[in-house]
Structures are given as C-alpha cells and as structure tokens.
C-alpha cells in the first residue's frame, strides 16, 4: 500500500535532528519514532499522531481529524489528521510537535 512520501518528507523537516528519531515501515505506511517509541507517521495520504490519551477528544473537536483505528478498536491517544488538515506548514508542525513531545515524555525503548 502506497503513501503521501511528499508529507514524509515534510514531517522528516518539521522534526529537523532531534535525536532518537528513527523511522519504519508499518501501518502501510511509515512511522516516524522518537527514542524508539512511536512519535507520528503517514497511513496512505493522512498524518497519524500519537498523543496524550486524555488530549484524544480536544484534538478531534479541530477539525479534520478522526481516530486512528485500523483493527475495529480504537484507542485514545491516536488519531488521524486529513490533508485539508495540514495544508500549511505551520498545520503540519502544530501536530508533530504534539506527537513528538507525547513520544519524548515515554520512557526510551
């Protein structure tokens, strides 16, 4: 399954050299992880981001947002975000550096 490399390439430059970021091909798509703990990534043309469990519902009353569920059991702390969504650059930083700074205050993996 393809996806968006253009929006891989833009989260690759929102995240700059932050160290621990690695990334790996999963979901069909890419992930992008912060000292081994999933930070955000792309699933065909959308961006995933991981966040704060509690944060789930305020991030989805944005706009252009929705859960991430790929299994039928969605989970808090994961959601999607639609290329309406991350337009600008300045969209698309908002979000990563909600999931990296979720990521970073994980325990490294």
């Not at 969209?91 to 993996?109: C, D, E, H, N, T």
Request: hydrophobic fraction near 40%; proline fraction near 4%.
């Amino acid at each position: 399954m393809a996806f968006d490399e253009k929006l891989a390439e833009r989260i690759r430059r929102s995240l700059g050299r932050r160290k621990g970021v690695a990334e790996k091909r999963m979901f069909g798509g890419i992930a992008f992880l912060l000292n081994g703990n999933m930070c955000c990534g792309v699933h065909r043309t959308e961006l995933i981001v991981r966040l704060a469990p509690e944060a789930t519902d305020k991030a989805l009353a944005g706009g252009h947002t929705r859960r991430f569920d790929l299994t039928g059991r969605p989970m808090q702390g994961w959601i999607l975000v639609e290329s309406a969504g991350l337009r600008t650059d300045a969209q698309l930083r908002k979000w990563v550096a909600i999931a990296a700074k979720y990521a970073g205050s994980l325990p490294p993996k």
